[in-house]
């Protein structure tokens, strides 16, 4: 039987329009799920919109739009990009789903049947752009850093609480010890390290109902509240597989995600799992952030870049590129128009583009046929320093071993002189050059899905040149 892997992305907040730092995530997680089955394995790959909360009823409030339309349309907006962009999601979940949010009522009604959560009285602070109860000594100017240009709201009302403190000694151990029965992966490891620390600490219970934020869903015993938003939104990592009847997926291999919403997802989401008597998932992983031109994305600073924009641009595959080889791994990652067209003339069209095209041209006039690459090619010693950087998301060094494999072949076509050869002497330098072409073409398979589908065409029976596969850019 083959093994399982279940992926997902963040299910991002319809209060804003798709942007970059969205399509880094969603284009990763796919590259991981593409690349996963290049391994044999049965995947199931999951993305989504989180709908609830008050954020995003304020969002729908200024548009003079209920809640629930609101989102119908900024949801759409996410499913059109997705699939502009080539992703090959299996389920897009939406947290107002009814089937959703009666998996939601019923897993806090375990949890409080299982005595972990009480009414207590919630005083502080909280950030509706975060969604995220926050403290005094967090703040920077009496605002919350993330959100300088936003109200902090004072709350004192009568709150559910989870006894997230309970759990805390329970989730060291889980992260420390490979054994333990909870034991799951926060990687990178100087995420791991952070978690573990603040962890160590200690941590207070968590509110997790709210009494005047109506849109949501209810807490099952107590209609006045509302179960707050972010347990409603790390529920539907699990409801979708019952929503699809997919439970064999579960334990998810793999929550990907950036470390704005780590503690969401290496703690808390562990915590109320083990209450709720479900599996933890196996890996948690948390990538960095992507800043623009030295600056943090906003409105304000007018400086997003829309995944539109960067399709209007670069092509799909090319956007696709750009996107992993720029990927924030375990730092902040500079990027800008100017940076993302000279890295796409440099790799796409003088790199994989150009290599392509010479070979073809060669092959057309030497009236060639081809092999098909081996099945095993793969499995081989020669991809591993490859597969192990995929394992290990480093998509940059995945693709540093393809493009030197690009840089190799065009040496070699530069040594061996094909044309100035004929007949078999031609046909010998060119076999090998092909093979490596099928390679080439079987690696990018991932990040650049339709080139690779071209090239594959391409290099299959008889050789013929095509249009350059990415036109310059001046
Ligand atoms: N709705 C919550 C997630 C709930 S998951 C159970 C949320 N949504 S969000 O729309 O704000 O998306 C946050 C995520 O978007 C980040 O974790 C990251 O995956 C992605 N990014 C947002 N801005 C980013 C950058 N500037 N750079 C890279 N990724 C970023 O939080």
Known sequence: ????????????????????????????????????????????????????????????????????????QISENFREIWSKLNINYDYFIRTTNPKH???????????????????????GLYCVGCEKFITENELTNDCCPLHP??????????????????????LIKAIEDPKNKYHYQISPQSKREEVLSKLKRGVDDLSISRANVPWGIPIPW??????????DALINYYSAL??????????????????????????????????????????????????IDGQKMSKSLGNVIS???????????????????????????DVGWKRFTEKYNADLANGIGNLVARVAKLCEKADFKTQKLSGSYFQSGKTKEYR????????????????????????????????????????????PLVKEIQEI???????????????????????KSEKPLFPRIE
């Not at 107590?222 to 347990?231: A, L």
């Not at 079987?442 to 290099?459: G, H, N, R, T, V």
């Open 1 to 72: 039987m083959k093994k399982k892997f279940y992926v997902s992305t963040p299910i991002y907040y319809v209060n804003d329009v798709p942007h970059i730092g969205h399509t880094c995530t969603t284009v990763a997680t796919d590259i991981i799920a593409r690349y996963q089955k290049l391994l044999g394995k049965d995947v199931f790959s999951l993305t989504g919109t989180d709908e609830h909360g008050a954020k995003v009823a304020q969002a729908a409030e200024e548009k003079g739009l209920s809640p629930q339309k609101f989102c119908d």
């Open 441 to 463: 073409s079987f690696l990018i398979k991932p990040f650049l899905p339709e080139a690779s589908e071209k090239i594959e065409k391409q290099f299959s029976g008889k050789i």
């Open 101 to 123: 949010k009666k998996i939601v009522q019923e897993i806090i009604q375990k949890i409080y049947k299982n005595g972990d959560i009480y009414r207590g009285k919630y005083e």
């Open 222 to 231: 107590d209609k006045s509240q509302t179960i707050y938003v972010w347990v």
């Open 307 to 333: 995944p539109q924009e960067l399709l209007k641009r670069y092509g799909v595959d090319g956007t696709r590129y750009l996107i992993a080889s720029s990927f924030p791994y375990d730092s902040d990652s």
């Open 242 to 291: 019952k929503i699809n009847q997919k439970e064999e997926f579960w334990p998810a291999n793999l929550h990907f995600l950036a470390k704005d919403i780590l503690w969401f997802h290496a703690v808390i989401w562990e915590a109320m799992l083990i209450s709720a008597k479900i599996p933890l998932p196996k890996e948690v992983f948390v990538h960095s952030f992507y800043m």
């Open 388 to 431: 192990k950087a995929l394992d290990e998301y480093r998509f940059n060094e995945a693709l540093a071993f393809v493009w030197e494999k690009i840089s190799q072949a065009d040496k070699y076509i530069d040594n061996k002189k094909p044309w100035t050869l004929r007949g078999k002497e031609l046909e010998k330098v060119l076999q």
């Open 149 to 170: 240009n936003e109200k902090i709201q004072k709350q004192s009302e009568e709150n559910y609480f989870f006894k997230l403190s309970k759990y805390a000694p329970l």
